[in-house]
T-cell receptor, first 113, second 115 residues
Framework: QKEVEQDPGPLSVPEGAIVSLNCTYS??????FMWYRQYSRKGPELLMY????GNKEDGRFTAQVDKSSKYISLFIRDSQPSDSATYLC?????????????FGTGTRLTIIP | DAMVIQNPRYQVTQFGKPVTLSCSQT?????MYWYQQKSSQAPKLLFH???????NEADTPDNFQSRRPNTSFCFLDIRSPGLGDAAMYLC??????????????FGPGTRLTVL
């Protein structure tokens, strides 16, 4: 069993829809949770960063962590064609610089104009 | 703008011909990482430097080596590339101040093709 599971998609939704992206994990030691956006043939770009359980909002993006269920989500409101990318969840046990990140495989998202 | 820069963006090499990929950063971060990412897969950590201390992942093949001559630069050397080494290679950096939001910042990647 992988430590982090993420549905690879692809996921296609119409412009303006609310998008929900999810990851589950098995290691309860994970404390820090991140979402990265990766455009085709580019490096991952940090979108959201959260610690422990709870919600965090940044513009159209909301990250949600439920540690009791070992489940994290990223919601995108009013989705735009420019949101079309692969979204990778990542997590770590601490936020020290040499701590390894464990990634999901990514969900490929397409927003249809 | 402070950033992570990778050169070249695209590299073509022949089977067995050594290749070096480079990464530089203007963030003055202590930690630099090299990841391998194959199509539709998660980035796979190869190794990282914490300052000058080299940390190799247990499953990184011996074919992959790295050098960090100073804080700003880090190199990935593939001594004898095989067809299975064709991938995107990502460099990332992070600052370590403990207790802060020390997440990783990625460069644009180098796409390696092995012929």
């Amino acid at each position: 069993q992988k430590e982090v599971e993420q549905d690879p998609g692809p996921l296609s939704v119409p412009e303006g829809a609310i998008v929900s992206l999810n990851c589950t994990y098995s290691n309860s030691a994970f404390q820090y949770f991140m979402w990265y956006r990766q455009y085709s043939r580019k490096g991952p770009e940090l979108l959201m960063y959260t610690y422990s359980s709870g919600n965090k909002e940044d513009g159209r993006f909301t990250a949600q962590v439920d540690k009791s269920s070992k489940y994290i989500s990223l919601f995108i409101r009013d989705s735009q064609p420019s949101d079309s990318a692969t979204y990778l969840c990542a997590m770590s046990k601490s936020n020290f610089g040499n701590e390894k990140l464990t990634f999901g495989t990514g969900t490929r998202l397409t927003i249809i104009p | 703008d402070a950033m992570v820069i990778q050169n070249p963006r695209y590299q073509v090499t022949q089977f067995g011909k050594p290749v070096t990929l480079s990464c530089s950063q203007t963030l003055n971060h202590n930690v630099m990482y090299w990841y391998q990412q194959k199509s539709s897969q998660a980035p796979k950590l190869l190794f990282h430097y914490y300052d000058k201390d080299f940390n190799n992942e247990a499953d990184t093949p011996d074919n992959f080596q790295s050098r960090r001559p100073n804080t700003s630069f880090c190199f990935l050397d593939i001594r004898s590339p095989g067809l299975g080494d064709a991938a995107m290679y990502l460099c990332a950096t992070s600052r370590d101040v403990g207790g802060g939001t020390d997440t990783q910042y990625f460069g644009p990647g180098t796409r390696l093709t092995v012929l």
